[in-house]
């Protein structure tokens, strides 16, 4: 079929592939009404963006950087990677306590240079080796710290650009300073680029922060954390439920069970600050490996009877706060509860029966009960959200965007769904059509554009074709007359179904008939037999009956 062609306004060329991408991103309802009425206030947020992209070509520079927006993105996150790793593995790098010695260095990144050829004849995976092998080599000339400032500069001044590219794209200085404190993607950036300020001048632990950027660029994880903030409130207050029940059982133990709250402890060792006797020490032990003889077992000995000397247990529960403190901390993170850190109580004392119940309540009240709740609300949550996700991808790929619809209407006809949707309901030529309109002098509209920015105006649905293509117009006529054709068979059968029973029921009345004058008749001859056997009434008004001897 030929593609129905819409008048374009020259600056829908403009529009760029990270825009129609957003659109089809923020577009969550299902209903094919809503999609189509999210489309529309979207048009208005195209037109200024196209503004923009026409007045962003007057300047080469920032169009060039913004044109690589998503190429500075990917580079900022592989630094941050990178920085991160170099950190991992040598931090503090100060005390030259790394993990990898020099040799190992050299033969990572002879192996690494290999890795980064055999991928560039390959053409995949090649840069990433080789950006790791100049970074052992920089490592390995310039030392550790210097790397990590070289890297933390690049990642800084990479992410300021990918920052202008983002201004760029989007417009942000012209929308005014209310919209940019309202756009949190960027002021997500400014954060980003705070941190990486943070790292290159106040200490490196900070580029840590920076991986969080991954939840930013996947999905699937901002899907997650999602999960738990979707339904905070369900989950915030399934958790104050929670505490409710630490406090009372708090208090439970405070007023009844206060001697089982003692807990085993590891005490730090008091090491002695008193180099005096630091070298004495030192000295008595370079006596003993000078004579030969073992000074092990005489030296420890006295230690060991002070460690023995020393409690290793305390008491938690003397205060209600240090009762709360203690159920909360052990109880929740035990998974049989507050009653696998208590104390074991003898089956002879008396509130063994009480320290049973306490236990068992905790256990299945708190642990089972709440803590389930909580995350089975996350968890349902997420399914919900993948199966949004899916919903709403099979809804993009069976249903057109514009008519509503579905892959089926066009099963067995000349056109396919494809076609259909690329040529003939294209989405995109909707949204030029309307941009033409809003661009295009009032005193120059032909009738349909004066209908449709009239249309347009109202905020009116209308113009856009429900339910209905052209490319189906031509096969209606014929499946309107199968649909007909069909039909009167139907009826055909049915008023031969309604024949056969108005007969049955005919000829069940007729024998219902019959039925009721034969018994009439039978009753008749009855009293007749009944008559024949009796006498005449006499003169007198007696019934008198003669009976044969």
């Known amino acids: 079929m030929e593609q129905i062609v819409f008048p374009v306004h020259p600056i829908c060329e403009f529009l760029t592939e990270e825009s129609k991408v957003r659109v089809f991103n923020t577009t969550e309802q299902d209903e094919q009404g809503s999609k189509v009425t999210h489309f529309f206030e ?81 053409k995949q995976y090649g840069l990433q080796p080789l950006t790791l092998a100049l970074i052992l080599r920089s490592i390995y000339h310039l030392g550790i710290g210097n790397t990590l400032i070289l890297l933390g500069s690049l990642n800084l001044i990479n992410k300021v650009v990918f920052v ?110 008193d180099p005096q006797q630091t070298e004495a020490s030192q000295d008595f032990l370079k006596s003993c490996s000078a004579d030969g003889v073992s000074c092990t077992d005489e030296t420890n000995v006295p230690a060991a009877e002070e460690e023995e000397g020393e409690s290793n247990t305390e008491r938690a529960c003397d205060t209600l706060l240090m009762c709360i403190v203690t159920v909360l901390n052990h109880g929740l993170r035990n998974g049989g509860g507050v009653g696998d850190v208590l104390r074991r109580p003898s089956k002879n004392e008396p509130l063994f029966p009480a320290r049973v119940v306490y236990d068992l309540l905790f256990y299945f009240i708190v642990i089972i009960i709440v803590l389930n709740l909580i995350f089975g609300v996350i968890i349902d949550t997420f399914a919900d959200l993948r199966s949004e996700k899916q919903k709403k991808e099979e809804i993009l790929k069976t249903t057109c965007f514009i008519c509503g619809l579905e892959r089926d209407k066009f099963d067995n006809k000349t056109v396919s769904f494809e076609e259909h949707i690329k040529m003939e309901h294209n989405i995109w030529n909707y ?12 005193t120059d509209y032909t009738g349909p554009e004066s209908y449709v920015a009239h249309m ?94």
């Not at 920032?62 to 927006?69: A, E, I, V």
């Not at 059509?433 to 661009?439: D, P, Y």
């Not at 054709?485 to 059968?493: C, E, P, T």
């Open 164 to 273: 202008v590219s983002f201004v760029g794209n989007n417009g942000t200085f012209i929308m005014g300073y209310k919209a940019m404190v309202m756009d949190v993607e960027f002021l997500y950036h400014l954060a980003y680029v705070l941190t990486s300020t943070l790292g290159l001048f106040v200490h490196e632990l900070f580029y840590s922060i920076l991986l969080f950027d991954l939840i930013y660029r996947e999905e699937t994880l901002f899907n997650v954390i999602k999960s738990v903030t979707r339904n905070g409130r369900s989950i915030l207050l399934t958790a104050l439920l929670a505490l409710i029940l630490v406090y009372l059982f708090s208090i439970l133990g405070f007023l009844f069970l206060k001697e089982d709250f003692i807990m085993e402890v590891d005490p730090l060792l008091q090491i002695s600050a």
């Open 42 to 122: 979207q048009t208005s947020f195209l037109h200024g963006e196209m503004e923009w992209q026409k007045k962003l070509r007057s300047m080469p520079v920032l169009f060039w950087f913004s044109r690589r927006m998503s190429l500075w993105g990917t580079i900022s996150f592989n630094l941050a990677v990178f920085i991160n790793l170099i950190i991992a593995f040598f931090y503090p790098y100060d005390s030259g306590q790394g993990a990898i010695d020099d040799s190992m260095l050299l033969m990572l990144f002879w192996i690494l240079t290999g890795l980064s050829i055999l991928g560039l004849f390959s």
């Open 431 to 442: 949204l030029y059509f309307i941009v033409l309109v809003r661009e295009k002098n009032h």
């Open 456 to 549: 347009i105006k109202e905020k009116n649905l209308e113009w856009f074709p429900r339910m209905q293509a052209m490319s189906l117009v031509v096969t209606d006529g014929d499946g309107e007359q199968n649909e007909m054709r069909m039909l009167q068979d139907k009826l055909g059968a049915t008023m031969k179904v309604v024949t056969t029973l108005t007969g049955q029921l005919n000829e069940l009345k007729e024998q219902m008939t019959e039925q009721r004058k034969r018994r009439q008749r039978m009753g008749f001859v009855d009293v007749q037999a009944g008559a024949s056997g009796t006498l005449p009434p006499s003169a007198a008004g007696g019934n008198h009956q003669i009976y044969k001897p």
